[in-house]
C-alpha cells in the first residue's frame, strides 16, 4: 500500500530535550515536505526536500532540522523544543513539484 | 508570493442542503489550485486539484470546484450534503514554478441531521 508513515504519532517531551519525528514514503517520490497545522493559521511549510541531500526553508524553519540520507527517509529534528513547538506535524510526499500531495497521519507533539 | 483566504472557519448544514466552501487566492502568475480534506485524527486526503486544463474540476465524493480566475476564487461545491462530509477542508495554491503550497486558514463542516 502506497503510504507515508510518522513515527511517533503522539509524544510529549519537555523544553530542551532534543527529539526527532521520522517520515517515511514508499511511492519513490523526489520530494519531501514537513508542515506544521496551528488551529487558525492551517498548515505552515516547515521545511522541503527535493532530493537526498537537497533541502531548502520554508515559511517556518526556526527551531528545527531535517536531513535527507536517503530518497524514502525525511525525518524531522527538533534540537532544543520549546512550549510554542507544541502542534500537529505532517511529513507530505509527491513526485513533481506540483503534482498530489500525500500526507502521512501526522504526529502530536506537546513541550512542557 | 501566493496567499489563500478561506471565508469562514466554521459552516453548518443541513443533510442534503449545498454546501459551498469559499477561497480566494493571491498569486503574481497563473497557480495551480487545490482542496483537500482532513478527518478527525487523520492526515490530509486531495479532493480535487487544478493545473490549467478545464475550470470546472470534480473531484471525489461528488465534490466539484470552478476556478474563476477574474474572481481569484475556486470555491468548493457539493450539492447534497452527507453526514460523512463533517470534516475540516483546506485550501491550497501553488506556484508552477516553486516547490511551496501555500494553506488556508480551513473551514470546518458540521453537518446536521
Keep these: 500500500e502506497a503510504q507515508v508513515t510518522q513515527n511517533p504519532r503522539y509524544l510529549i517531551t519537555v523544553t530542551g530535550k532534543k527529539l526527532t519525528v521520522t517520515c517515511s514514503q514508499n511511492m519513490n517520490h523526489e520530494y519531501m515536505s514537513w508542515y506544521r497545522q496551528d488551529p487558525g493559521l492551517g498548515l505552515r511549510q516547515i521545511y522541503y526536500s527535493m532530493n537526498v541531500e537537497v533541502t531548502d526553508k520554508g515559511d517556518v524553519p526556526e ?48 513541550v512542557l | 508570493a501566493q496567499s489563500v483566504t478561506q471565508l469562514g472557519s466554521h ?76 470534516a475540516e477542508y483546506f485550501c491550497a495554491v501553488s506556484d508552477p514554478d516553486d516547490y511551496k503550497l501555500s494553506f488556508g486558514a480551513g473551514t470546518t463542516v458540521t453537518v446536521r441531521a
Excluded at chain 1, 536517503?70 to 513526485?95: D, G, V
Excluded at chain 2, 474540476?57 to 474572481?71: C, H, L, P, Q, R
Design chain 1, 63 to 110: 527551531g528545527y532540522k531535517v536531513s535527507r540520507k536517503e530518497k524514502r527517509n525525511f525525518p524531522l529534528i527538533l534540537e532544543s523544543p520549546s512550549p510554542n513547538q507544541t502542534s500537529l506535524y505532517f511529513c507530505a510526499s509527491h513526485t513533481t513539484r506540483v503534482n498530489e500531495q500525500f500526507f502521512g497521519p501526522g504526529t502530536r507533539l506537546t
Design chain 2, 11 to 86: 459552516v453548518s448544514v443541513s443533510e442534503g442542503a449545498l454546501v459551498l466552501l469559499r477561497c480566494n487566492y493571491s498569486s503574481s502568475v497563473p497557480p495551480y489550485l487545490f482542496w483537500y480534506v482532513q478527518y478527525p485524527n487523520q492526515g490530509l486526503q486531495l479532493l480535487l486539484k487544478y493545473t490549467s486544463a478545464a475550470t470546472l474540476v470534480k473531484g471525489i465524493n461528488g465534490f466539484e470546484a470552478e476556478f474563476k480566475k477574474s474572481e481569484t476564487s475556486f470555491h468548493l461545491t457539493k450539492p447534497s450534503a452527507h453526514m460523512s462530509d463533517a
